[in-house]
């Protein structure tokens, strides 16, 4: 393993697999048809009285908002200042801090924004590279750009892999995958150039890699990769992380009414129309399906439960 890649792992927040406590795996990495994507497919677990865990995974991904908000060179010094004087009032702080970043906009996509940084940190163990949150100038704005970006360094070809993310959370399934490929193709599909989809985030992370990496050496050869006059430019993946959450009648209303066998069943039979209607979408844009793309689908009792819940706990 290259020095780079160690220092790139570094990166990575992930815990010990608590988000599977939470969610039931359907499949992983599982084909699209007549593209490079692969899908991930998980459902809400069931407790002992039947009882989808839906409370419980908003609190659970509500506790990360300062992982997932707050840059990491501010976390690793709010660390430092616990280990050297037994205060935690600088991870206290940065709390709060997190807290303010947040929308009470009651079509906010920032819990889907979340999951995804979870899922790709936890699932596919690529870190995040910039924090986007900070990046806002108002608690009332969604920051314009990518949902989350993550990276992963290629030993082999001395290559970075640049993970645009993008999330939907819709009643609909069909219209959440639709929706979510039109908003990632722009950051896979365009030329390089200042009027380009991605201009803006790659000069974002040039720009503040300084307060999200709390390693000079990593930073310089980071901002290589994104410098267009730097021949390690050309060494610079563009690659998709997505995730798309949908309303679905499957899960139960009442307790003890089914077993998480028989749900898993029910949604078992609803994966190849998932997997085909995100074929579908990716292929309706030329050249999309040769990019590799990363999509976790998540079924839900219902998304805009999901979002007043996640805006009541963030806003405490």
Not at 38 to 57: E, F, I, T
Not at 116 to 132: A, H, M, N, R, W
Not at 265 to 285: A, M, Q, R, T, V
Request: glycine share 6%.
């Amino acid at each position: 393993m290259s020095w780079i890649e160690k220092a790139i792992d570094t990166l990575l927040i992930n815990g010990e697999g608590e988000i599977h406590s939470r969610i039931e795996s359907l499949g992983n990495k599982l084909e699209i048809e007549g593209t490079k994507a692969k899908g991930y497919c998980y459902s809400l677990k069931l407790n002992a009285q039947g009882v989808p865990r839906a409370n419980d995974l908003i609190e659970f991904v509500a506790t990360k908002i300062v992982d997932y908000s707050i840059p990491k060179k501010m976390q690793d010094e709010a660390k430092e200042y616990l280990i050297k004087t037994g205060s935690s009032s600088k991870i206290i702080d940065l709390q709060n801090k997190a807290k303010t970043l947040f929308t009470d906009l009651k079509k906010t996509g920032e819990f889907g924004e979340m999951l995804l940084y979870i899922l790709v940190q936890e699932i596919l163990g690529y870190p995040q590279l910039i924090s986007k949150m900070t990046l806002k100038t108002s608690e009332r704005m969604h920051y314009h750009g990518a949902d989350g970006i993550h990276v992963k360094y290629e030993t082999a070809n001395d290559s970075l892999s640049l993970y645009w993310g993008e999330s939907k959370m819709e009643k609909n399934s069909n219209t959440a995958i639709k929706h979510c490929f039109e908003s990632l193709k722009g950051f896979l599909l365009d030329t390089y150039g200042y009027k380009s989809t991605q201009s803006r985030d790659l000069q974002l992370i040039t720009n503040n890699l300084n307060q999200n990496i709390n390693n000079p050496a990593l930073e310089d050869i980071l901002v290589r990769y994104f410098d267009l006059d730097d021949n390690l430019s050309n060494k610079l993946n563009y690659k998709g992380v997505c995730f798309v959450g949908f309303d679905s009648k499957n899960y139960p209303s009442n307790p003890m009414e089914t077993t998480m066998e028989e749900l898993t069943e029910l949604f078992n039979s609803d994966l190849n129309k998932w997997l085909k209607n995100s074929g579908k979408h990716i292929k309706s844009h030329i050249n999309l399906e040769k990019f590799e793309i990363h999509i976790f689908l998540i079924p839900f009792p219902s998304v805009q439960e999901f979002r007043d819940y996640f805006i009541e706990l963030v806003s405490k």
